[in-house]
């Protein structure tokens, strides 16, 4: 079926280092939208990617939309303890709107 | 801003109970989701509804069912509770379908969660 592959699982970083997450599609997806889940907490919708190779910035946040729309990245500068948790992606599938979600990428912040 | 109300926290089950899980939304929002988020696995949904007495099935519908009488509320069943639907269930509700208009308006609002365990 139709998959929207993230990786990596978990990322250890130390506070300050940074941390990227990628999304991989096998189709051409219509949007992608990202989510931040806190430890113990929901799924937090951050933003939301629709042209082709679309870049957005949110502080120390950057998001790119692949030129083919297939894929996605989450990149966060400079780390900090307030970043914590697990970050998804949700490709939504031009076929047949429906929206798909990556396993997520866990940030763990090394003490 | 819009709040997604979960009726329990955690909830302890016996197989074999019928279970009932209610999420309530204060927006007036067309759209309600179920989904279950198990570790390593994501989010999958389970059911949807863009109306009310409307329903669909999601990705994994089997075991549950759906009930929207009202626009704010749609509820989860399990109809006869199994081990494997230990979980955590999550309630998500939005103003406009996928695809709608691409805007931006099809993000998702959660609630709290709903971890059940079933035994």
């Known amino acids: 079926g139709q998959q929207v592959m993230q990786i990596p699982q978990y990322q250890h970083v130390q506070e300050g280092e940074d941390f990227t997450t990628y999304c991989n599609s096998s189709?051409?997806?219509?949007?992608i939208q990202w989510y931040k889940q806190r430890p113990g907490g929901h799924p937090v919708f951050l933003i939301q990617?629709?042209?082709s190779g679309e870049v957005k910035k949110q502080k120390r946040l950057t998001f790119q939309f692949g030129e083919a729309k297939k894929n996605s990245s989450l990149h966060i500068t400079a780390t900090q303890t307030t970043d914590v948790g697990t970050y998804f992606c949700?490709?939504?599938?031009?076929?047949?709107?429906?929206?798909?979600w990556g396993a997520g990428t866990k940030l763990i912040i090394k003490p | 801003d819009v709040k997604v109300t979960q009726s329990s926290r955690y909830l302890v089950k016996r197989t074999g109970e019928k279970v009932f899980l209610e999420c309530v939304q204060d927006?007036?929002?067309?759209?309600m989701f179920w989904y279950r988020q198990d570790p390593g696995l994501g989010l999958r949904l389970i059911y949807f509804?863009?109306?009310?007495?409307?329903?669909e099935k999601g990705d994994i519908p089997e075991g549950y069912s759906v009930s929207r009488e009202k626009k704010e509320r749609f509820s989860l069943i399990l109809e006869s509770a199994s081990t494997n639907q230990t979980s955590m269930y999550l309630c998500?509700?939005?103003?406009?379908?996928?695809?709608?208009?691409?805007?931006?308006?099809?993000?998702?609002?959660f609630g709290s969660g709903t971890q059940l365990s079933v035994l």
């Open positions: 990617l629709v042209k």
């Open positions: 927006m007036d929002h067309e759209n």
């Open positions: 509804s863009y109306d009310v007495k409307m329903k």
């Open positions: 998500a509700s939005s103003s406009h379908p996928p695809g709608g208009l691409g805007v931006g308006n099809e993000k998702l609002f």
């Open positions: 949700a490709g939504l599938m031009d076929s047949n709107y429906q929206l798909i």
């Open positions: 189709t051409t997806l219509s949007n």
